[in-house]
Each structure stands twice: as C-alpha cells, then as structure tokens.
C-alpha cells in the first residue's frame, strides 16, 4: 500500500518562503498533487505534477509556487515563494491522476481522481 509523508511546513512571515516535501514510500506509476485546507472549508488544489513531469497550478498561485519530483528520492516537493496570508492552511500531498495521453494526469481542479492522501502539514503565513 502507498503511504505519502508530508513535511516542511511552518511559519513564516508575508513575502517569506517555504519548501513542502512528500516522502512516496515506494516508486509508482502514478502521479501527485498538493491540495490545501484552510480552517472550515473544503480542500482546494494548489499544482499537480504527470507521470512524465508537467505541472499545472491553480491561478492564485502561479508564478509563486512550484510543484518538482525527485524520483530517485521518491520524493515531490511544493517551493512556496511570496507567501501571503492566504495562503495559510493545511497543505495535502495526494497521489492517483487519471490516464490520458499515455501518461498519467494530475489536475488540482480534479480532487476526485486522487486516492491517497498523506497526513498534511500546516503553513501558517503572518502578515
């Protein structure tokens, strides 16, 4: 069974960064997304990363993040730059995707084709 192991979350000040990473306890086929909640709402997609590489990102957060995967160290990550205090919440690493293409798919706009979580990491921004 995949488990999924976020870290790196924290405080920081606005206009500060921060780096996620999603430890993958074994190499698949699939792909990822980081999705975030914030206190009494829905999670919402933040990037996803395909099996072959590309990414996509929600628009609140283009140009300030970016979603990378070290296979070699099974391993995704979220840098997070400028943060604002929007962006404060309880960051998810998530696995699935849907095939299309001849690869594997992940959109932050489609939560519903992801299947496993891990257990998030909290990102508090202070302005």
């Known amino acids: 069974q995949l488990h999924l192991a976020e870290s790196g979350g924290g405080s920081v000040e606005a206009g500060g960064s921060l780096t996620l990473s999603c430890k993958v306890s074994?190499?698949?086929?699939?792909?990822y997304g980081w999705f975030r909640r914030i206190q009494g709402k829905d999670k919402d997609g933040v990037a996803g990363?395909?099996?072959?590489?590309?990414?996509s990102y929600v628009d609140s957060v283009k140009g300030r993040f970016t979603i990378s995967q070290d296979t070699a160290k099974n391993t995704v990550y979220l840098q997070m730059n400028n943060l604002k205090s929007d962006d404060s919440a309880m960051y998810y690493c998530?696995?699935?995707?849907?095939?299309?293409?001849?690869?594997?798919?992940?959109?932050?706009?489609?939560?519903?084709?992801?299947?496993?979580w891990g257990q998030g990491t909290q990102v508090t921004v202070s302005s």
């Open positions: 074994k190499p698949n086929r699939y792909c």
């Open positions: 998530a696995s699935g995707g849907r095939w299309e293409g001849g690869k594997f798919h992940c959109s932050p706009h489609r939560i519903w084709e992801f299947g496993t």
């Open positions: 990363i395909d099996s072959d590489g590309s990414t």
